[in-house]
């Protein structure tokens, strides 16, 4: 894939929040993926862990995302683990490269602070994107975390 010079990320701002806030997947998306309402409270909650971005094609928002930086994955300070914590493409802008662009996003974003995996979860399903990570290059680890599958990107 040709990088997209007019791809962007962009911090949640007052200025850009109504725009962020109204990224809408698809009505058969919303089982699978939080809105983007709740992953901003989340981010809230979890300062210093959340990151989350707004997806412009030039000045057009077309998706969200979250990554999840050096978060206890177990809650016991045993395991430490990055990665993709939400990923919200706009449904009318789906399949344009915009989930490639986010995943990508953050791999480089964890690969610049030392990080050498990216992980992922999904739901399992139809309506999941299980083919698009693994197309990707994630591969499944296992595990399933809150009923969803985990999956790993090498970035080494």
């Known amino acids: 894939m040709t990088p997209n010079p007019v791809l962007r990320l962009e911090e949640i701002t007052p200025g850009n929040f109504e725009a962020t806030t109204s990224i809408k997947v698809r009505p058969k998306q919303e089982v699978a993926v939080s ?10 909650v979890h300062p210093g862990v959340a990151w989350p971005r707004l997806i412009l094609d030039g000045d057009r928002p077309v998706g969200f995302l979250m990554a999840f ?11 430490f683990r990055s990665g993709l914590w939400r ?19 953050v791999a480089a974003e964890i690969r610049r602070r030392g990080g050498k995996q990216c992980y992922v ?24 975390s809150g009923g969803q599958t985990v999956g790993v990107l090498d970035l080494s």
Do not use: C, K
């Open 69 to 79: 930086l050096d978060i206890d994955w177990r809650g016991d300070g045993s395991l």
């Open 121 to 144: 979860t999904w739901h399992p399903g139809p309506d999941g994107p299980e083919g698009f990570y693994l197309g990707l290059g994630f591969r499944t680890t296992g595990e399933t």
């Open 87 to 105: 990923l919200n493409i706009a449904a009318g802008e789906q399949g344009r490269g915009y989930g490639r662009f986010a995943v990508e996003s």
């Open 35 to 44: 809105p983007v309402m709740q992953s901003l409270a989340e981010a809230y």
